[in-house]
């Protein structure tokens, strides 16, 4: 089983709709969590960190639940610039970041 | 400001061959990351310095794979003897604080293709 675990998708939504992707985490002791985006054949660049109380950015919310191990994503009033792929990403300690292997979202007109 | 820079871009070699892959972290950055990241997965972490010292280097498939960074600034991965199993994407990022969990800030990559 690997250690952060993504639906990789892809969700396929229209322009304006609400979508919203989970990742699974399997070490407790996890620290840090984030978000990354990832354009087709570009880097990778942070979209957020995810708090543990939840936070929002824009049209963009992120949710931790420790007890059940788990992170999401929800983005609102979907853009055609929200298509790309989202990392989930987790720090345990020490120097290792471990990355999801990412769930891809098109977003449609 | 600049920001991380890879060189080189793209890389063919035959199998057998060394390949030397250079990263230019942004400047005053403490930290550095190596990263492998094959088609449709997420970066796979591979070592880790802070300035020069190299301080977790168990993601490193094998002894074919060794970094450095000298002055802890510019750091180079080698990796010796490549095989067709190595073609990947190799991407570092930069990160200012040394701290763990802080954001990462990724080069373009180099696509390695070993023939």
């Known amino acids: 089983r690997k250690e952060v675990e993504q639906d990789p998708g892809p969700f396929n939504v229209p322009e304006g709709a609400t979508v919203a992707f989970n990742c699974t985490y399997s070490?407790?002791?996890?620290?840090?969590f984030f978000w990354y985006r990832q354009d087709c054949r570009k880097e990778p660049k942070l979209l957020m960190s995810?708090?543990?109380s939840g936070n929002e950015d824009g049209r963009f919310t992120a949710q931790l639940n420790r007890a059940s191990q788990y992170i999401s994503l929800l983005i609102r009033d979907s853009k055609l610039s929200d298509s790309a792929t989202y990392l989930c990403?987790?720090?345990?300690?020490?120097?290792?970041?471990?990355f999801g292997a990412g769930t891809r979202l098109f977003v449609k007109a | 400001g600049a920001g991380v820079s890879q060189s080189p871009r793209y890389k063919v070699t035959k199998r057998g061959q060394d390949v030397a892959l250079r990263c230019d972290p942004i400047?005053?950055?403490?930290?550095l990351y190596w990263y492998r990241q094959a088609l449709g997965q997420g970066p796979e972490f591979l070592t880790y310095?802070?300035?020069?010292?190299?301080?977790?280097k168990s993601g490193l498939p094998n002894d074919r794979f060794s970094a450095e960074r000298p002055e802890g600034s510019i750091s180079t991965l080698t990796i010796q003897r490549t095989e067709q199993r190595d073609s990947a994407m190799y991407r570092c990022?930069?990160?200012?604080?040394?701290?763990?969990?802080?954001?990462?800030?990724f080069g373009p990559g180099t696509r390695l293709l070993v023939l």
């Open positions: 310095f802070n300035y020069e010292a190299q301080q977790d």
């Open positions: 995810v708090y543990s």
């Open positions: 400047s005053g950055h403490v930290s």
């Open positions: 990403v987790v720090y345990r300690g020490g120097f290792k970041t471990i």
């Open positions: 990022a930069s990160a200012p604080s040394g701290q763990g969990g802080e954001t990462q800030y």
């Open positions: 070490n407790s002791a996890s620290q840090s």
